[in-house]
T-cell receptor, first 115, second 114 residues
Framework: DAGVTQSPTHLIKTRGQQVTLRCSPK?????VSWYQQALGQGPQFIFQYYEEEERQRGNFPDRFSGHQFPNYSSELNVNALLLGDSALYLC??????????????FGEGSRLTVL | AQSVSQHNHHVILSEAASLELGCNYS??????LFWYVQYPGQHLQLLLKYFSGDPLVKGIKGFEAEFIKSKFSFNLRKPSVQWSDTAEYFC????????????FGGGTRVLVKP
Protein backbone atom coordinates (compact mmCIF):
# COMPACT_ATOMS: atom_id res chain seq x y z
CA ASP A 1 0.00 0.00 0.00
CA ALA A 2 1.70 3.16 -1.20
CA GLY A 3 1.82 6.00 1.21
CA VAL A 4 1.74 9.65 0.25
CA THR A 5 4.02 10.36 -2.68
CA GLN A 6 5.32 13.75 -3.71
CA SER A 7 7.29 15.06 -6.67
CA PRO A 8 9.75 16.47 -7.30
CA THR A 9 11.86 15.81 -4.21
CA HIS A 10 14.15 18.77 -4.78
CA LEU A 11 14.04 21.76 -7.08
CA ILE A 12 15.74 25.09 -7.51
CA LYS A 13 14.04 28.17 -8.91
CA THR A 14 14.85 31.84 -9.22
CA ARG A 15 12.89 34.78 -7.88
CA GLY A 16 9.80 35.60 -9.92
CA GLN A 17 9.44 32.13 -11.38
CA GLN A 18 6.51 29.80 -10.85
CA VAL A 19 6.56 26.28 -9.43
CA THR A 20 4.16 23.32 -9.38
CA LEU A 21 4.45 20.56 -6.82
CA ARG A 22 2.52 17.31 -7.02
CA CYS A 23 1.06 14.88 -4.50
CA SER A 24 -0.67 11.52 -4.62
CA PRO A 25 -2.55 10.64 -1.44
CA LYS A 26 -2.48 7.37 0.45
CA UNK A 27 -4.88 4.77 -0.87
CA UNK A 28 -8.37 5.26 0.56
CA UNK A 29 -7.78 8.92 1.42
CA UNK A 30 -9.70 11.68 -0.31
CA UNK A 31 -8.54 14.79 1.53
CA VAL A 32 -5.22 16.45 0.79
CA SER A 33 -3.55 19.19 2.79
CA TRP A 34 -0.42 21.17 2.04
CA TYR A 35 2.03 22.50 4.61
CA GLN A 36 5.11 24.69 4.38
CA GLN A 37 8.02 23.86 6.69
CA ALA A 38 10.68 26.53 6.78
CA LEU A 39 14.08 25.61 8.13
CA GLY A 40 14.01 25.18 11.90
CA GLN A 41 10.25 25.61 12.18
CA GLY A 42 7.18 23.45 12.42
CA PRO A 43 4.93 22.88 9.42
CA GLN A 44 2.49 25.71 8.63
CA PHE A 45 -0.89 24.93 7.09
CA ILE A 46 -1.36 26.30 3.58
CA PHE A 47 -4.69 24.84 2.47
CA GLN A 48 -6.78 21.70 2.26
CA TYR A 49 -8.64 20.14 -0.65
CA TYR A 50 -11.63 17.86 -0.54
CA GLU A 51 -13.98 16.96 -3.40
CA GLU A 52 -11.81 19.05 -5.73
CA GLU A 53 -12.47 22.23 -3.79
CA GLU A 54 -10.36 24.28 -1.41
CA ARG A 55 -12.04 23.79 1.97
CA GLN A 56 -9.73 25.60 4.36
CA ARG A 57 -6.89 28.05 3.92
CA GLY A 58 -4.13 29.21 6.19
CA ASN A 59 -2.47 32.60 6.27
CA PHE A 60 -0.79 32.44 2.87
CA PRO A 61 -1.07 34.95 0.01
CA ASP A 62 -2.96 34.32 -3.20
CA ARG A 63 0.35 33.49 -4.91
CA PHE A 64 -0.21 30.06 -3.38
CA SER A 65 -2.91 28.13 -5.17
CA GLY A 66 -3.85 24.54 -5.59
CA HIS A 67 -5.93 22.00 -7.35
CA GLN A 68 -7.34 18.57 -6.65
CA PHE A 69 -8.10 16.11 -9.40
CA PRO A 70 -10.89 13.50 -9.58
CA ASN A 71 -8.41 10.79 -8.54
CA TYR A 72 -7.73 12.82 -5.35
CA SER A 73 -4.19 13.78 -6.33
CA SER A 74 -3.28 17.39 -5.87
CA GLU A 75 -1.00 20.17 -7.05
CA LEU A 76 0.39 23.17 -5.24
CA ASN A 77 1.30 26.16 -7.37
CA VAL A 78 3.34 29.12 -6.22
CA ASN A 79 3.63 32.17 -8.48
CA ALA A 80 6.11 35.04 -8.39
CA LEU A 81 8.50 33.17 -6.12
CA LEU A 82 10.25 35.03 -3.33
CA LEU A 83 13.40 34.08 -1.48
CA GLY A 84 11.23 33.48 1.58
CA ASP A 85 9.33 30.73 -0.22
CA SER A 86 12.35 28.48 0.17
CA ALA A 87 11.11 25.62 2.35
CA LEU A 88 10.09 21.99 2.51
CA TYR A 89 6.56 21.62 1.16
CA LEU A 90 4.68 18.75 2.72
CA CYS A 91 1.60 17.03 1.43
CA UNK A 92 -0.61 15.16 3.85
CA UNK A 93 -3.62 13.01 3.18
CA UNK A 94 -6.43 11.86 5.42
CA UNK A 95 -9.61 9.87 5.41
CA UNK A 96 -12.94 11.41 4.51
CA UNK A 97 -13.84 14.22 6.87
CA UNK A 98 -17.07 12.46 7.83
CA UNK A 99 -15.28 9.40 9.13
CA UNK A 100 -11.75 10.53 9.79
CA UNK A 101 -10.26 11.38 13.11
CA UNK A 102 -7.92 14.15 12.05
CA UNK A 103 -4.90 11.90 11.60
CA UNK A 104 -2.71 13.00 8.73
CA UNK A 105 -0.23 10.90 6.76
CA PHE A 106 2.65 12.87 5.35
CA GLY A 107 4.81 12.53 2.28
CA GLU A 108 8.54 13.10 2.31
CA GLY A 109 8.15 16.58 0.94
CA SER A 110 9.44 18.68 -1.91
CA ARG A 111 12.37 20.88 -0.99
CA LEU A 112 12.19 24.17 -2.86
CA THR A 113 15.15 26.52 -3.00
CA VAL A 114 14.59 29.98 -4.44
CA LEU A 115 17.72 31.85 -5.53
CA ALA B 1 -7.23 30.41 16.32
CA GLN B 2 -5.27 27.70 18.03
CA SER B 3 -1.54 27.83 18.72
CA VAL B 4 0.99 25.34 20.02
CA SER B 5 4.20 25.98 21.91
CA GLN B 6 6.97 23.53 22.61
CA HIS B 7 9.17 24.47 25.52
CA ASN B 8 12.54 23.27 24.32
CA HIS B 9 14.11 23.78 20.93
CA HIS B 10 17.02 21.44 21.53
CA VAL B 11 17.54 18.57 23.98
CA ILE B 12 20.74 16.56 24.35
CA LEU B 13 20.83 13.47 26.51
CA SER B 14 22.61 10.15 26.86
CA GLU B 15 21.24 6.73 26.10
CA ALA B 16 19.05 5.26 28.85
CA ALA B 17 18.16 8.72 30.15
CA SER B 18 14.52 9.67 30.50
CA LEU B 19 12.95 12.12 28.09
CA GLU B 20 10.12 14.55 28.60
CA LEU B 21 9.12 17.12 26.00
CA GLY B 22 6.66 19.82 26.89
CA CYS B 23 3.76 20.95 24.73
CA ASN B 24 1.10 23.52 25.51
CA TYR B 25 -1.72 24.64 23.27
CA SER B 26 -4.18 27.47 23.32
CA UNK B 27 -7.71 26.73 22.22
CA UNK B 28 -10.89 26.78 24.23
CA UNK B 29 -12.79 24.04 22.45
CA UNK B 30 -12.44 20.30 21.99
CA UNK B 31 -9.17 19.18 20.45
CA UNK B 32 -7.38 16.17 19.09
CA LEU B 33 -3.70 16.05 20.05
CA PHE B 34 -0.76 14.49 18.25
CA TRP B 35 2.94 13.95 18.49
CA TYR B 36 4.79 13.47 15.22
CA VAL B 37 8.44 12.52 14.80
CA GLN B 38 10.77 13.31 11.94
CA TYR B 39 13.87 11.12 11.81
CA PRO B 40 16.82 12.49 9.84
CA GLY B 41 16.02 12.31 6.13
CA GLN B 42 12.58 10.81 6.66
CA HIS B 43 9.01 12.03 6.52
CA LEU B 44 6.86 13.00 9.47
CA GLN B 45 5.47 9.96 11.24
CA LEU B 46 2.78 9.73 13.87
CA LEU B 47 4.06 8.73 17.32
CA LEU B 48 0.79 8.86 19.18
CA LYS B 49 -2.55 10.62 19.31
CA TYR B 50 -5.25 11.56 21.76
CA PHE B 51 -8.90 11.92 20.76
CA SER B 52 -10.82 11.13 23.93
CA GLY B 53 -10.93 8.77 26.91
CA ASP B 54 -7.89 7.85 28.98
CA PRO B 55 -5.67 10.94 29.06
CA LEU B 56 -2.54 8.78 29.19
CA VAL B 57 -1.89 7.48 25.71
CA LYS B 58 0.77 5.07 24.57
CA GLY B 59 2.38 5.23 21.18
CA ILE B 60 5.00 3.45 19.18
CA LYS B 61 8.58 2.82 20.27
CA GLY B 62 7.83 3.14 23.99
CA PHE B 63 6.59 6.71 23.89
CA GLU B 64 3.63 7.94 25.92
CA ALA B 65 1.94 11.27 26.44
CA GLU B 66 -0.42 12.68 29.03
CA PHE B 67 -3.21 15.09 28.26
CA ILE B 68 -3.88 17.47 31.13
CA LYS B 69 -6.91 19.47 30.09
CA SER B 70 -6.69 21.98 32.95
CA LYS B 71 -3.15 22.87 31.92
CA PHE B 72 -3.75 22.71 28.15
CA SER B 73 -0.74 20.41 28.00
CA PHE B 74 0.19 17.24 26.16
CA ASN B 75 3.70 16.29 27.25
CA LEU B 76 5.62 13.47 25.62
CA ARG B 77 7.67 11.02 27.68
CA LYS B 78 9.95 8.05 27.23
CA PRO B 79 11.52 6.36 30.28
CA SER B 80 14.73 5.27 28.58
CA VAL B 81 15.89 6.68 25.24
CA GLN B 82 18.02 5.03 22.62
CA TRP B 83 20.41 6.50 20.10
CA SER B 84 17.79 5.76 17.42
CA ASP B 85 15.42 8.25 19.09
CA THR B 86 17.53 11.08 17.70
CA ALA B 87 14.99 13.07 15.71
CA GLU B 88 12.84 16.18 15.69
CA TYR B 89 9.56 15.92 17.57
CA PHE B 90 6.48 17.99 16.79
CA CYS B 91 3.38 18.47 18.88
CA UNK B 92 0.22 19.26 16.92
CA UNK B 93 -3.35 20.19 17.67
CA UNK B 94 -6.48 19.74 15.63
CA UNK B 95 -9.51 21.64 16.76
CA UNK B 96 -12.45 19.34 16.17
CA UNK B 97 -14.42 22.22 14.75
CA UNK B 98 -11.66 22.88 12.20
CA UNK B 99 -11.79 19.66 10.24
CA UNK B 100 -8.45 18.01 9.62
CA UNK B 101 -6.30 21.14 9.85
CA UNK B 102 -3.32 20.64 12.15
CA UNK B 103 -1.49 23.40 13.99
CA PHE B 104 2.08 22.43 14.79
CA GLY B 105 4.49 23.59 17.41
CA GLY B 106 7.96 24.72 16.44
CA GLY B 107 9.52 21.33 17.13
CA THR B 108 12.13 20.00 19.54
CA ARG B 109 15.33 18.60 18.16
CA VAL B 110 16.50 15.68 20.31
CA LEU B 111 20.04 14.33 20.15
CA VAL B 112 20.76 11.10 22.00
CA LYS B 113 24.44 10.46 22.56
CA PRO B 114 25.52 6.81 22.46
Amino acid sequence: DAGVTQSPTHLIKTRGQQVTLRCSPKSGHDTVSWYQQALGQGPQFIFQYYEEEERQRGNFPDRFSGHQFPNYSSELNVNALLLGDSALYLCASSQPLTSGTGELFFGEGSRLTVL
Amino acid sequence: AQSVSQHNHHVILSEAASLELGCNYSYGGTVNLFWYVQYPGQHLQLLLKYFSGDPLVKGIKGFEAEFIKSKFSFNLRKPSVQWSDTAEYFCAVNAKAAGNKLTFGGGTRVLVKP
